[in-house]
């Protein structure tokens, strides 16, 4: 095995940085008694503890009235430090005496997770209940029951602890003023995972509204690194929007910045036996990684995609000679099962535990002494906050080890060692703040009480993601939770809010409170089926109930013909049928599954490391640390065709079967080769190839054809330059977005979020197909007939923070202008055959769709005829 | 690629026809690609499962779906009437989305629909959708029809089937090559009884191999007439995918 010490890079902006540990209150500059009331000298004392001195820079600049973001590794005490603030005032402040008037919640805690709330109200109440503290701590999520909300309604706790959804629920209400006035302190956990997301817009908005309710409001948010703290110190604080007087100009919020404990360390797994060409799930390292298993007291195991996990575990399974105790966890699992999973974890009580990014955050996994990472890094930021999951102790160097897939993989795994990978932070940045969340708010806004539009508009681009919102964009959102904002206004009776002869906005019915109460929150899950699995009776007949095993997507289900097999939650099942909104299977015991195809989960190369394997294949000098095999492909590909320089595009042509191929080298990652390919089918169909279709993977891009376009390309009359020109991402471009799946996706989480449909109408709670409405139809329906359409203008929005690849395809272009060879070969060459291996794998699209209907209907007609 | 008939619906021209000739209980009739049935013998046009003003019935709800369904599924409808002049137009029910669609329909639809009915005989087979039949709207509307040799209902009968046209059940068939597939809207018969693809732009689709479908043909003789985009593709039962 070969092992590499990484060394994270700093590349932080100035700040008060610490070291870790070592630091206590003896070499802190602060007065004690002043910052810490006497029950909090007492406990560290008889802890034996001393506060760290981050922990007293935080509570020393927040009580004299900052705004804070702390960033620190896990094992910090991040958790302390963002209490204290909160924990010391209400320890002055005393028991509230019986019969005082109404007094509101003192301290906010957000958390990303239910989990994590639930956690930390543990974790809290013990340091709480030893000092003595009078402060009343309690969690609000999903799961608490009705009797206990209502309850902290009128009573509410000191310290509550929740989601960003359950906020928005909080903020939404009529009582929200007086449940809100005397709130101090906001506590705002993994912030760095909330503020890049929708659920991060809809936080901002919230947090803008707390502001109103109570003006002297401090907010402190946790962090892991990131690569650039001043967007999350902006976050934190009110912005000065368009058009409002600077009334209160706001200082970013302060940093206390802890420094990460000792270097991971970090090896590429190498084995006897042969790495595969192509796919994702190193089938042929599970025996090596079953032995580190062995030899590790609990290992976790993370994976990009569930269908990985799923493979992996059950072949994990499949060798377990020693019965070792093996979990699995990921998103489309029953909650129940994977709170299972966590509890036993957190009890030690398993030896390895397969997981995707349900895992990546928060919180305490017990003894993970080492992190298996199987497929290639893909981005740093990701491989760093997994790797920091094992060993929380943060003197001690977190171990870990990568598993290449593939041979691609093998190379990407090194040159992000080589390149001292781990350390540079590609964490993506604060977006602008979605449109349809900003829809979602407005309507809550007008749950709460009548709002005034100039008002809200002043209140919104105050949080920072919307700072930027134009008056006329905001009153076009109105004008959509209204009446669905269309041109031709034929709604204007249905509307949901209307404007009161004062001029406010307020809610028409109680029904539309309801519904967005019923329909609230950002996070929209693919249409998902839930799978049940249930028995066979001797009449062939499938029974009733039965265990259920978790969801699965609709899309995937659709594909499945009764009597298929796929693995699902570790088993092999057979698929059976939909009986209303569940999915029945039966156990299948059959060995060769046809496996859930999964949407989620696919990373894309990072560029970075596109440029560093490019690196890699030019300079065989490099090659020394690669395995046997994997130099032996590179150096026959040498021969049989060529290598390209890091700057070069190579581009091989070969005919295969009847078919011609011809396979571009981008390293642009998969996303963005597919993009390509729909582009250059469309040039290559103009320019009389006769393309049939292509394939991409990571690192290629395979075309093939009914001519011969290696024999065009080498007589002038199919021009690489032209081919490849930039201007392809033009109009060609257009056109093909408009068609494209990731449109019609986000177009979807548009629609949700933004409240256009629904994900649950009242008294139809339990429709399993999570929107009632198909979204695709109605993304045709506007796009034919209004495509300026406010929703579609929200869509292109996401889509061009999302659409990365499109970027990547233009650097690209311009970069590889001249540089584009061209090698006629009479065989497929070595580099080629893991994109060729990809071919049969793709769902079918566009234009294609009718050659399938064509072919299909052939048969009977030749039937006829015969 | 965009959704199949709201496709066909913004093309500025239909694209040519190229139907698929069939008998139903032994009367003639071609399976349109624009998802209309056109028995020539009759001068007989059927359409069925319009779901005119279904957004309009979602923002009754508070669902502020786009407001353009019902005219897109007009242009259609117009494009089919105007390829084959039919003398007589039979709408095979939930013609309207929900009870109060037909009443509460803006007048330029209104309009646009009297304009197609001039001159032709126009039945509105009432659908569990719309039982109450429609307001304000040239034809006459029925529980069903029996004509020219064939009987007109919304819902298919389960007893007795030999020479009904009926919808209802919006059929869709999967066929599939080399593991891809592709679903679409068709036109189901066994020779006896045919079921009408949905014509409405905003409607959805059922497996001819749904459970719901059990029972109602022969399927031995069963063929679907898949809605292509310029011509019908027809495949028997036993060779759809689902």
């Known amino acids: 095995m070969i092992r590499f010490a990484v060394k994270p890079l700093q590349i932080f902006a100035p700040a008060i940085t610490f070291d870790l540990v070592e630091k206590t209150l003896a070499d802190a500059p602060y007065n004690l008694p002043d910052l810490l009331p006497r029950p909090f000298q007492t406990w560290f004392a008889e802890k034996g503890w001393a506060p760290r001195a981050h922990q007293m820079e935080l509570l020393a600049r927040a009580t004299a009235g900052e705004n804070m973001l702390l960033i620190a590794p896990t094992g910090a005490g991040k958790t302390l430090a963002g209490f204290l603030p909160s924990l010391t005032d209400l320890a002055r402040r005393g028991k509230v005496p019986p019969g005082s008037s109404f007094v509101g919640v003192h301290t906010l805690y957000i958390s990303p997770l239910k989990a994590l709330a639930v956690d930390i109200e543990r974790n809290l109440m013990k340091p709480v209940a030893e000092m003595g503290l009078p402060v009343s701590i309690e969690n609000r999520t999903g799961?608490?029951?009705?009797?206990?909300?209502?309850?902290?309604?009128?009573?509410?706790?000191?310290?509550?602890?929740?989601?960003?959804?359950?906020?928005?629920?909080?903020?939404?209400?009529?009582?929200?003023?007086?449940?809100?006035?005397?709130?101090?302190?906001?506590?705002?956990?993994?912030?760095?995972?909330?503020?890049?997301?929708?659920?991060?817009?809809?936080?901002?908005?919230?947090?803008?509204?707390l502001r109103r309710h109570a003006p002297g409001l401090r907010s402190i948010g946790l962090s892991a690194t990131v690569s650039d703290p001043m967007d999350l110190q902006r976050w934190l604080v009110p912005q000065s929007g368009p058009g409002q007087e600077v009334l209160h100009p706001q200082e970013p919020a302060g940093l206390v910045h802890v420094k990460g404990g000792a270097a991971p360390d970090i090896s590429i797994?190498?084995?006897?036996?042969?790495?595969?060409?192509?796919?994702?799930?190193?089938?042929?390292?599970?025996?090596?990684?079953?032995?580190?298993?062995?030899k590790h007291k609990t290992t976790l195991i993370f994976v990009n995609t569930r269908f990985q996990a799923e493979l992996l575990f059950q072949e994990l399974w499949t060798i377990n000679e020693d019965n070792l105790p093996i979990a699995l966890h990921h998103g489309s699992l029953d909650a129940g099962q994977r709170r299972k999973v966590e509890a036993a974890m957190s009890a030690n009580r398993l030896r390895a535990v397969v997981a995707t990014s349900t895992l990546d955050m928060g919180l305490d996994w017990g003894d993970v002494d080492l992190v298996v990472h199987v497929g290639a890094p893909k981005g740093a930021s990701r491989l760093a906050q997994r790797i920091g999951r094992s060993n929380h102790r943060m003197d001690?160097?977190?171990?870990?080890?990568?598993?290449?897939?593939?041979?691609?993989?093998?190379?990407?795994?090194?040159?992000?060692?080589?390149?001292?990978?781990?350390?540079?932070?590609?964490?993506?940045?604060?977006?602008?703040?979605?449109?349809?969340?900003?829809?979602?708010?407005?309507?809550?806004?007008?749950?709460?009480?009548?709002?005034?539009?100039?008002?809200?508009?002043?209140?919104?681009?105050?949080?920072?993601?919307?700072?930027?919102?134009?008056?006329?964009?905001?009153?076009?959102?109105?004008?959509?939770?209204?009446?669905?904002?269309?041109?031709?206004?034929?709604?204007?009776?249905?509307?949901?809010?209307?404007?009161?002869?004062?001029?406010?906005?307020?809610?028409?019915?109680?029904?539309?409170?309801?519904?967005?109460?019923?329909?609230?929150?950002?996070?929209?899950?693919?249409?998902?089926?839930?799978?049940?699995?249930?028995?066979?009776?001797?009449?062939?007949?499938?029974?009733?109930?039965?265990?259920?095993?978790?969801?699965?997507?609709?899309?995937?289900?659709?594909?499945?013909?009764?009597?298929?097999?796929?693995?699902?939650?570790?088993?092999?099942?057979?698929?059976?049928?939909?009986?209303?909104?569940?999915?029945?299977?039966?156990?299948?015991?059959?060995?060769?599954?046809?496996?859930?195809?999964?949407?989620?989960?696919?990373?894309?190369?990072?560029?970075?490391?596109?440029?560093?394997?490019?690196?890699?294949?030019?300079?065989?000098?490099?090659?020394?640390?690669?395995?046997?095999?994997?130099?032996?492909?590179?150096?026959?590909?040498?021969?049989?065709?060529m290598l390209p320089k890091r700057d070069e595009l190579l581009i091989e042509s070969f005919p295969r079967g009847n078919r011609f191929f011809m396979v571009a080298y981008c390293f642009e990652g998969r996303l963005a080769h597919q993009t390509l390919g729909m582009l250059l089918t469309r040039r290559l169909e103009r320019a009389g190839a006769r393309p049939l279709g292509f394939v991409a993977n990571d690192y290629a891009l395979a075309i093939w054809s009914l001519n011969d376009m290696g024999a065009m390309i080498d007589s002038g009359r199919l021009s690489l330059g032209d081919l490849l020109d930039e201007d392809m991402l033009g109009d060609d471009l257009e056109a093909w977005l408009a068609e494209s799946f990731m449109l019609k996706r986000t177009f979807r989480q548009c629609a949700v979020i933004s409240g256009l449909i629904e994900r649950r109408h009242p008294g139809k709670e339990k429709t399993g197909r999570q929107v009632t409405v198909s979204t695709d139809l109605i993304y045709d329906v506007l796009r034919s007939h209004e495509p300026d359409h406010i929703l579609l203008e929200a869509t292109r929005r996401d889509a061009a923070s999302g659409l990365l690849d499109i970027g990547r395809l233009g650097a690209m272009l311009a970069r590889i202008k001249g540089h584009v060879i061209h090698r006629a070969l009479e065989h497929v060459s070595p580099l080629a055959v893991p994109v060729m291996l990809e071919i049969g794998r793709e769902p079918v699209a566009g234009e294609a769709q009718e050659f399938v209907l064509a072919e299909a209907a052939e048969e009977l007609i030749a039937e006829a005829m015969g | 690629m965009m959704n199949h008939r709201l496709a066909l619906a913004a093309a500025e021209t239909p694209a040519p026809a190229a139907g698929a000739e069939i008998t139903v209980h032994g009367v003639a009739a071609v399976c349109d690609p624009l998802g209309g049935l056109y028995l020539p013998d009759l001068s007989c046009l059927v359409i069925s499962d319009l779901h005119l003003e279904k957004g309009a019935a979602f923002a009754r709800r508070g669902m502020m779906l786009p407001p353009y369904d019902t005219l897109a599924t007009l242009n259609l409808l117009a494009a089919v009437i105007a390829r084959y002049d039919p003398r007589t137009v039979i709408s095979l029910g939930d013609n309207f989305h929900d009870r109060r669609g037909s009443a509460l329909m803006p007048d330029a639809f209104r309009d646009m629909i009297r304009t197609l009915a001039f001159g032709r005989d126009w039945i509105w087979i009432n659908g569990n959708h719309d039982p109450d039949g429609t307001t304000d709207l040239p034809g006459q509307s029925a529980d069903e029809l029996v004509y020219g040799g064939l009987v007109f209902r919304h819902e298919p009968s389960l007893i007795a089937g030999r020479g009904e046209v009926a919808g209802h059940l919006h059929p869709s068939a999967t066929v599939g090559r080399r593991g891809k597939y592709v679903r679409r809207a068709c036109f189901a018969t066994d020779g006896a009884r045919l079921v009408m693809p949905a014509f409405g732009v905003l409607t959805g689709g059922l497996d001819l191999k749904h459970k719901a479908m059990h029972g109602l043909f022969d399927h031995a003789a069963l063929i679907a007439h898949l809605l292509g985009r310029d011509r019908i593709y027809s495949v028997r039962f036993n060779s759809l995918i689902g």
């Open chain 1, 143 to 209: 799961d608490t029951p009705q009797s206990k909300r209502q309850r902290q309604k009128t009573n509410p706790p000191d310290i509550l602890l929740t989601t960003p959804e359950q906020l928005a629920l909080l903020l939404a209400n009529k009582e929200a003023e007086r449940f809100f006035k005397h709130l101090r302190y906001v506590v705002l956990d993994e912030l760095h995972s909330l503020v890049t997301s929708k659920r991060g817009h809809l936080l901002s908005l919230g947090l803008a509204r």
């Open chain 1, 269 to 294: 797994m190498t084995t006897e036996d042969r790495i595969p060409w192509s796919g994702h799930v190193a089938t042929y390292a599970i025996p090596a990684v079953y032995e580190e298993i062995r």
């Open chain 1, 396 to 641: 001690e160097p977190s171990k870990a080890i990568l598993v290449p897939a593939n041979r691609f993989e093998v190379m990407e795994c090194q040159a992000a060692l080589d390149a001292n990978y781990l350390g540079a932070q590609d964490t993506p940045p604060v977006g602008e703040g979605a449109l349809d969340v900003l829809a979602q708010h407005v309507l809550g806004m007008a749950c709460a009480e009548p709002f005034d539009a100039l008002e809200l508009y002043d209140e919104v681009t105050s949080a920072s993601p919307y700072a930027g919102l134009s008056w006329e964009m905001f009153e076009r959102i109105v004008d959509f939770v209204a009446t669905g904002g269309y041109a031709l206004r034929t709604y204007e009776r249905y509307a949901k809010i209307r404007r009161t002869k004062e001029g406010r906005w307020r809610v028409s019915n109680p029904q539309v409170a309801q519904q967005y109460r019923m329909n609230l929150g950002t996070i929209v899950e693919a249409a998902e089926l839930n799978v049940r699995l249930v028995k066979r009776n001797q009449l062939g007949t499938v029974g009733r109930g039965g265990m259920s095993l978790g969801k699965v997507e609709e899309s995937f289900l659709e594909q499945l013909v009764q009597g298929d097999t796929f693995l699902f939650s570790g088993k092999v099942l057979r698929f059976e049928g939909i009986r209303e909104n569940e999915c029945l299977v039966t156990n299948a015991f059959s060995l060769d599954p046809k496996i859930p195809a999964y949407a989620g989960g696919k990373f894309p190369l990072s560029t970075y490391l596109a440029d560093q394997v490019r690196a890699m294949l030019a300079d065989p000098s490099r090659w020394h640390v690669l395995p046997d095999q994997v130099r032996d492909w590179l150096a026959i590909q040498k021969e049989k065709s």
